[in-house]
């Protein structure tokens, strides 16, 4: 499985971006994936995603700003991401898992000035 996230850069608070990651190789369905994220110094942590189930879930601090989208026939995940601030700066990982290894794309850098 490889994973290519593209969308990133730079934007102004209060603008938006769209992130796309495109999986190949072996993928199913009806495995979770998701985007995570990483600034300076912290954890990394979910930012949105689909369960198994199909259920979306969002970090609190990006629900009503950020969309999670998949289309299954494309193998792509989205996150439509609006009013963006300062604090969402970091680099974002999307995220495909399987009930034997976590799979990471490369990481898109996110950068939104004040």
């Known amino acids: 499985v490889q994973l290519q996230a593209s969308g990133g850069g730079l934007v102004q608070a209060g603008g938006s971006l769209r992130l796309s990651c495109a999986a190949s190789?072996?993928?199913?369905?009806?495995?979770?994936m998701g985007w995570y994220r990483q600034a300076p110094g912290k954890q990394r942590e979910l930012v949105a995603g689909i369960t198994g189930r199909g259920s979306t879930n969002y970090a609190d601090s990006v629900k009503g700003r950020f969309t999670f989208s998949r289309d299954n026939a494309k193998n792509t995940i989205y996150l439509q991401m609006n009013s963006l601030k300062p604090e969402d700066t970091a680099v974002y990982y999307c995220?495909?898992?399987?009930?034997?290894?976590?799979?990471w794309g490369q990481g898109t850098q996110v950068t939104v000035s004040s």
């Open positions: 190789g072996r993928i199913f369905g009806f495995n979770p």
């Open positions: 995220n495909y898992n399987n009930p034997y290894y976590d799979y």
